[in-house]
Antibody
């Protein structure tokens, strides 16, 4: 059974950093791309970033709203994906979901973690 | 950036009703469109991909259609656990979600 477990959220002051983790099981982690999606309280879904599998270079892409501040990485040996968030702003407050990304030309998010809440406030 | 617009924002319906949600893209996305269902406090769930392909395990009362810029999600006969918020998502260039359609009990 595919499982993704998000963790690392919490209350953080503006300008500080936080690292989220996504522990996975039930599939060959190294064969899949991974992505992060967030949802501000009472709002819709916003794609945050994406990391390709090693087979496709392990490269990353980011939404304009977080580019230069957020970094996605992965540890294949531990089957964990990470979202490092620096220079946090109040507008980054959201539930953050990691997702498994399936496909090559057209990539959809077929499995999601349960989400972890990040609150940025002084 | 490609913008996705769903209509309506809220839909009131009864169990057994046929329900249709529309999603429009700001430019052609071919058939690179997915639909997700989200219930309160839960993560979204993939229902449909490539505009009309049903994800494994999803009931056949869900169907999708469309290509280019206009797409629809249809629930043929609404069940109690279908009351939720539905999001379309384009994956032609990066990923963008619609604002969501809440299907509520009439």
């Amino acid at each position: 059974e595919v499982q993704l477990v998000d963790s690392g959220g919490g209350l953080v002051q503006p300008g500080r950093s936080l690292r989220l983790s996504c522990a996975t099981s039930g599939f060959t982690f190294g064969d899949y791309a991974m992505s992060w999606v967030r949802q501000a309280p009472g709002k819709g879904l916003e794609w945050v970033g994406f990391i390709r599998s090693k087979s496709y270079g392990g490269t990353t892409e980011y939404a304009a709203s977080v580019k230069g501040r957020f970094t996605i990485s992965r540890d294949v040996s531990k089957t964990i994906a990470y979202l490092q968030m620096n220079s946090l702003k109040t507008e980054d407050t959201a539930v953050y979901y990691c997702t498994r990304a399936r496909g090559f030309r057209g990539i959809v998010f077929d499995y999601w973690g349960q989400g972890t809440l990040v609150t940025v406030s002084s | 950036d490609i913008q996705m617009t769903q209509s309506p924002s809220t839909l009131s319906a009864s169990v057994g009703d046929r329900v249709t949600i529309t999603c429009r893209a700001s430019q052609s996305i071919s058939n690179w469109l997915a639909w997700y269902q989200q219930t309160p406090g839960k993560a979204p769930k993939l229902l449909i991909y490539k505009a009309s392909s049903l994800e494994s395990g999803v009931p056949s009362r869900f169907s999708g259609s469309g290509s280019g810029t206009e797409f629809t999600l249809t629930i043929s006969s609404l069940r109690p656990d279908d009351f939720a918020t539905y999001y379309c998502q384009q994956y032609y260039t990066h990923w963008t979600f619609g604002q969501g359609t809440k299907v509520e009990i009439k």
